[in-house]
């Protein structure tokens, strides 16, 4: 099964609300990491999240490892902010890299 | 600052096809990756590589082959198009097998169609 679990698959937003995208990982937790992916483009880490809450502006990521869950939470939302968020954690072997989530697309309009 | 540089952007192939998928780095970094994206799949591992000439395989290696024979480029092959595949093929970079993810750096995609 899958591994790393978003929700929700997607979500459509007006302009300025907030919104909250889960991610929660079926196997114990080293560290994760959050990406936001624009249609067509490559991936930007977002936030490197081994635990705890970290805010960058408008964006606030909080992980809990004996939870095996993290959560990204968007405030006041922009059409910028419309993209693919993906997340990701780290595997057991480092030089293996990743294994991601499948996503939660974000659509916010005026 | 550095940059990864995945050649072509999009690349369009017939069935049974061998095609390739270049992949530069100028960061100096010993781990390269090739992942694949599909649409409600996420991305998968298909090979990395910890250093010059060696090669390791991922999750999605059958089908697939892979290259390093420098430093600063990885190459993949599809070995055979399988028709109406399509898939976004992602590189990715980090300093060395033992860096955390947070020095991960992924390029830009190279988008494969099968006719």
């Known amino acids: 099964g899958q591994q790393v679990q978003q929700s929700p698959t997607s979500l459509v937003l007006q302009e300025g609300e907030n919104a909250e995208l889960q991610c929660n990982f079926s196997t114990s937790l080293n560290s994760m990491q959050w990406f936001y992916q624009r249609p067509g483009g490559s991936l930007v880490s977002v936030f490197y999240n081994p635990s705890g809450t970290k805010q960058s502006g408008r964006l606030t990521s909080t992980t809990v490892i004996k939870e095996r869950r993290s959560s990204l939470h968007i405030s006041s939302s922009q059409i910028t902010d419309s993209g693919t968020y993906l997340c990701a954690m780290e595997r057991g072997n480092y030089a293996q890299g990743l294994t991601f989530g499948l996503g939660t697309r974000v659509s916010v309009f005026p | 600052g550095g940059i990864i540089t995945q050649t072509p952007k999009f690349l369009i192939g017939q069935e049974g096809q061998k095609l390739t998928l270049k992949c530069q780095q100028n960061f100096n970094h010993d781990t390269m990756y090739w992942y694949r994206q599909d649409s409600g799949k996420g991305l998968r591992l298909i090979y990395y590589?910890?250093?010059?000439?060696?090669?390791q395989k991922g999750d999605l290696s059958e089908g697939y082959d892979a290259s390093r024979e420098k430093k600063s480029s990885f190459s993949l092959t599809v070995t055979s198009a399988q028709k109406n595949e399509m898939a976004v093929f992602l590189c990715?970079?980090?300093?060395?097998?033992?860096?955390?993810?947070?020095?991960?750096?992924f390029g830009s995609g190279t988008r494969l169609t099968v006719l």
């Open positions: 590589s910890i250093t010059e000439n060696d090669l």
């Open positions: 990715a970079s980090n300093p060395d097998w033992g860096s955390s993810a947070e020095t991960l750096y």
